[in-house]
Structure formats: structure tokens, C-alpha cells
């Protein structure tokens, strides 16, 4: 089988057009929405990690400056689970945050996501819950992260919650 044909997709959306419903959707983002996330990538550099491991205690790791960003945010359903069979002991395990971004907005932040990094979500003045992303968008081929199937235009993340004495940051 040779080189299969290039796909010649939307021959009537313009980069211009696309450009514009980026735009207006970060606008809405942005200014309406208002869902930001503070990102804390891990400084590789600065970080002790042990040798034989590769693994660092929450004291010992160090974040670059966190940048804020703006996205569309969502969280799975929290789910009621149990210590012991009996279910004498109960807790709730809240659900994993999913994220999505305009991938200009990352590029304009010099942001690019890496699992282990961290987001911390401000639910209220008093409430901040920091995830650790599990899943970095890194390999979005599918259809659905594209505009009209011409070319990807954002980056979705999963992360997942982390007990907040996990992670050595102000606030």
C-alpha cells in the first residue's frame, strides 16, 4: 500500500474562520464562564528524588510558579465507599476533575501538561482542591478534539484528587 492521499477535510472553513470560533469561545471562557485552575508543574530540576526509587517526599518536591488558567472544568459523580465490609466506616471519595483547554491559551501560558503535575481548583474562597493529573491529553487523535474534524484546537486532562497534605504549596 503507497502513501495513502492527503485528507482534504471543511474545504469551506478557512484558518480564519477557525481562528474566530476559537476566539469567541475563549471570550466565553474567559470573561463568562470564569472556571479557573491554578497548574503546579513539578521542577524536575530543584526536586529531590531519591536514587534508588525515583520517588520524592511531598516536602521535597518543588513547583515552578503557578500559572492560572482558563477552561471548561468538570468533576465525576463522588462516590460513597466504605473501610470494612460492614460499612461501618464510611467515607466519600470525590470524583476525578476533567479538563479542557484552547490549546492557543496553553501555547500563549508556555503551558504543556505531564502526568504527576498538579491543578488545584478553587471551589470557594476557603475550598481548594488540588488533583494530580493522571492523563495529559498528549495523545488526543480522536475526532471530537477537533473542529469539524480539520484540525485539533484544545487539550482535555484527567486528574484525580489528592489529599491536600500531599502537596507542599501555599495557598
Request: proline letters at 3%; a negative charge; glycine letters at 6%.
Amino acid at each position: 500500500m503507497g502513501n495513502p492521499r492527503p485528507i482534504k477535510r471543511n474545504k469551506y472553513i478557512s484558518e480564519r474562520e477557525l481562528e474566530l470560533y476559537t476566539n469567541i469561545g475563549r471570550d466565553f471562557l474567559e470573561n463568562d464562564l470564569g472556571q479557573e485552575v491554578y497548574y503546579y508543574k513539578i521542577d524536575l530540576e530543584s526536586t529531590q528524588i531519591d536514587d534508588l526509587y525515583g520517588e520524592s517526599y511531598a516536602s521535597d518536591i518543588v513547583f515552578e510558579n503557578p500559572v492560572v488558567l482558563y477552561g471548561r472544568i468538570s468533576f465525576a459523580d463522588a462516590e460513597q465507599k466504605s473501610y470494612d465490609e460492614q460499612n461501618k466506616v464510611q467515607y466519600v471519595e470525590i470524583g476525578n476533575m476533567m479538563a479542557h483547554f484552547y490549546d492557543n491559551h496553553l501555547k500563549e501560558q508556555n503551558v504543556t501538561f505531564s502526568k504527576g503535575d498538579y491543578i488545584a481548583y478553587r471551589f470557594s474562597e476557603e475550598n481548594v482542591k488540588f488533583y494530580q493529573i493522571t492523563h495529559d491529553g498528549r495523545d488526543n487523535e480522536s475526532l471530537i478534539y477537533t473542529f469539524a474534524g480539520k484540525r485539533p484546537f484544545f487539550t482535555s486532562i484527567i486528574a484525580a484528587p489528592v489529599d491536600r497534605d500531599k502537596i507542599n504549596v501555599a495557598d
